[in-house]
Each structure stands twice: as C-alpha cells, then as structure tokens.
C-alpha cells in the first residue's frame, strides 16, 4: 500500500514490533465517532476504545474508554492520583502522541504515556482501538491491549 499514510504505517509497524496480532482496518473518512466505527465495523459500540488523551497539569494521561461510556473525569482523577483531567489542545495531543486527535492509538507514542483502560472493555472478544489515523481502526483484545500499553485497569464512569 505506497498511498497509505505515514501516520498508518508508522502503527502497524509499532503494532508488529510489540507482538499485536490484530489487523488493521481503514475505515470510510465519515466514519468520525465511536457509534459510526462501529457500525461500519459491525460491532457494538461499547467494543470500540476509544483513545482519549488528558491533560493532567501538564503531564499526558491516555484513558481507553469504552464507546459506550463517558469518561467521569473527576472520579478518574481521583482513582488515577491527580489534581484533574482536562481535556488536551490538539497541540497537546500531538506533542506526546505524535498523533492528532480522532486518531490517536493507544501504542506508537514518541514517548511512553501513562495509560489507563476502562474495565468494560473485558466484555468482549474483540476489541477495536484507533491506529494512529481518524480513518483507521485495529482489532485486539482486552488482555492484548493491556499488554501492548500496560493500562492499568479502572472503571471510567
């Protein structure tokens, strides 16, 4: 695929090198929210992770979220050990992710950014999450998602 973007290739590459066994999927580009992913996907909605990057006074917090969930941001801050969460600039966002937002994946940061994983995601055998591009898509589980970021485990709502 010479026409992919860079930004794709980058993540499956970062995707094989951390032994992720999922494919990687490009999606229609109005395919712009989790309930449009998962209908092109035919999945529920609450199997698509949703990346959500934070702002937690200056330091990057990346919560994989079910789509089927709103993140409680106060509560999250408190289970995660900050003073708050707010919603990252697009500035922001690329900085630590090197990704911009509505693509952002979970793996394939210029740097490790500390990452939590919504416990709901247990709840099914596959698991889609964001592949370093708006348009694409990456199939995994939940215990492989864990293993490729090292989230730890939280209830998001």
């Not at 951390?18 to 609450?46: F, K, M, N, Q, Y």
């Not at 919603?87 to 509505?102: C, Y």
């Not at 694409?136 to 864990?146: G, M, Q, R, Y």
Request: a negative charge; proline letters at 6%.
């Amino acid at each position: 695929m010479s026409n992919e973007h860079p930004a794709i290739t980058s993540f499956r590459a970062a995707l094989a090198r951390e032994g992720g066994t999922g494919d990687v999927v490009i999606l229609p580009d109005s395919v712009h929210t989790a309930a449009l992913a998962a209908a092109a996907l035919g999945c529920e909605v609450g199997a698509i992770a949703n990346s959500l990057l934070f702002d937690a006074g200056g330091t990057p917090a990346l919560i994989l979220t079910s789509g089927a969930h709103r993140v409680d941001t106060a509560k999250v801050a408190g289970t995660i050990g900050v003073e708050r969460l707010r919603r990252a600039t697009p500035d922001f966002v690329r900085e630590h992710t090197g990704q911009v937002i509505g693509g952002v994946s979970p793996l394939d940061h210029p740097r490790p950014v500390p990452t939590w994983i919504d416990s709901w995601l247990r709840k099914y055998d596959v698991v889609w999450a964001a592949a370093g591009h708006p348009a694409a898509v990456f199939s995994t589980d939940f215990d492989e998602l864990v293993a490729l970021t090292g989230a730890t485990e939280i209830d998001v709502e």
